[in-house]
């Protein structure tokens, strides 16, 4: 297949494409995905302690997602390899990414979902984009087995983390931090599920290191959900619990990928609760004016806990916020919503109700 280049192609492929397993036969797509902002905290940072706190809006990704930036390069490869097809698993973003390249390469698209506990947003998404979904009565582990076996039997590429090629455009991102800042950071925080991404952020900070691109990498800080924390108890856990759907993975794919990230780093996966995780949701949106999923907030909330123990003074931390709050418009509503009383369409009663009187 030629390699096309779109015209005012900014993806991560054609951006990085030195550092990703890019051939000339490679075809270079992109929905604009990577080079996300890199935002400083308006107010908790000094609640921190820490020297510089930033975020990393993944949401600003196409989709609303980090899973973008590995979906390109795991569609590209599999149209490379002449696939007609993709599948994937997913508790939401992983569908709604690979559905929209799937709709941007002509490709078809599989997708298989636990039943009832994916968001709204994710789900609308990958409808709009013409997906074939699959719910299942079960959880997210058991639609990723069967992705595996589905793709082990016929000729569809499986686009799940487990795919090599999502890790290494994932990996990007920390490309990018290191580009924006100078240096790497002394912290990443960043929330873990199927842990492919602390996986990716970790390979992106070594090679760039390696290619004395930073003169540091990161101690990573993963955090999972206390209801959904296998990392963190060392065991897989059956019925993962979490209003934080993203990260609700009772055994992670990534596993050996994120312990190895944690202990050569110098870093820790320790886990939050749910009602942490909406303080943090809260936080965001009130004093930062950043709208996240429930499970962006996850390593915002652990942050939060642990600069209570562990010395920041000095550091500089970057919080990669995942998802958007978009994404999941029924918790936000749960969460925040007043309840409105209509008033008469008259400047005495909006005073009143704006409290001027
Ligand atoms: C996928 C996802 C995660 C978890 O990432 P893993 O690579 O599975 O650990 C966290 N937050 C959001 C918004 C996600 O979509």
Redesign the pocket.
Known sequence: MPTTVEPHATGVLERYKALLPVTDATPLITLGEGATPLVRSARLEAEVGCEALYFKLESCNPTG???DRGMVVAVAKAMEQGAKAVMCAS????SASAAAYAARCGLDVYVIVPHGNIAEGKLAQAVAHGARIIAIEGSFDDALRLAREITDRYPIALVN?VNPHRIEGQKTASFEIVDVLGDAPDILCL????????TAYWKGFVEYYQQEQATKKPMMWGFQASGAAPIVSGEPVPEPKTLAT??R?GN?A?WQGATDARDASGGAITAVTDAEILIAYRRLAQDEGIFC?P??AACVAGLMTRANSEDVAGKTVVCVI??SGLKDPERAMAEFAPELQPVAPELSLVEQEMGLQ
């Open positions: 997602s980090f899973k508790t939401g973003n992983t983390s929330p873990v599920g199927n842990a492919g991404n602390i993203a990260i993975i992670p990534s999923e499970a962006s995942t998802g």
